[in-house]
């Protein structure tokens, strides 16, 4: 049985499965990322919940695994050289897991590089630009009366599918005919774009076919519609 005292985390969200992945996230954007790729991998894995309106991803024992306090974070018990390892920021541990299965990322060099600026592009652009128009559309910065940062950020995040759009043009997925995690990266950001933060008029998304035929797509894989729901919600 694998041993995860080394992990205060583990202390405050117990493993009854120690020899699983221990996944610590939240239903967001960035949480379900990885919660869709380990079901798409197949890997077995326990999910806790972190309540982030409760701020559990400042408690200590989160902040000992994630000094950057967000979610998610893994622990994998069988790491490199079968050494537990613990990993934060969901870029890297998508990376993380699609090359420790060999699944989710081309083989070839130029490919899996290619694969991996739009992970990037997802990670420094739609996840920021995203969740400010979240902030400014639906939440508290709705109520600010100058409404130049909520423009700023609509037009940024047009831009930005646009981006999207241009690159899903006669393909599939982004990898043409490769579902990657690539793919898994913006899905969630993109639903939650229209969806939760109510902004699918505000930044006109009917206008980019392609971004909307390729969501489609993949909230039609059913790894991806159990992963949306996991870590399940307290």
Avoid: C
């Avoid at 982030?52 to 790491?79: Q, R, V």
């Avoid at 060999?102 to 739609?126: C, H, K, N």
């Avoid at 995203?130 to 950020?153: S, T």
């Amino acid at each position: 049985m694998a041993d995860l005292s080394a992990f205060p985390i583990a202390t405050r969200w117990p493993a009854r499965h120690p020899d699983r992945i221990q996944l610590y996230s939240a239903t967001t954007p960035n949480g379900v990322k990885i919660s869709i790729a380990l079901e798409e991998l197949g890997l077995p894995y326990e999910p806790h919940l972190v309540n982030i309106s409760k701020n559990e991803s400042w408690t200590p024992e989160f902040l000992s695994l994630n000094p950057n306090g967000k979610i998610p974070a893994i622990i994998d018990p069988d790491g490199p050289d079968g050494k537990p390892i613990g990993l934060f920021e969901s870029g890297a541990i998508l990376l993380y897991l699609a090359e420790k299965t060999g699944l989710l990322m081309p083989v070839d060099a130029a490919r899996r590089y290619e694969t991996i600026q739009w992970v990037f592009f997802q990670m420094a652009s739609v996840g920021p630009m995203f969740g400010q128009v979240g902030f400014f559309h639906k939440f508290a910065g709705r109520e600010i009366a100058d409404k130049r940062p909520l423009e700023r950020y609509r037009d940024e995040s047009r831009r930005l599918l646009g981006v999207l759009d241009g690159r899903l043009k006669g393909r599939k997925w982004i990898m043409s005919n490769d579902y990657t995690i690539a793919d898994i990266s913006l899905l969630g950001w993109v639903r939650n774009l229209i969806g939760f933060y109510e902004a699918r008029d505000l930044v006109g998304f009917d206008d980019f076919a392609n971004v909307a035929a390729w969501l489609e797509r993949g909230l039609a894989r059913p790894a991806v519609q159990k992963g949306l729901t996991i870590p399940a919600k307290g």
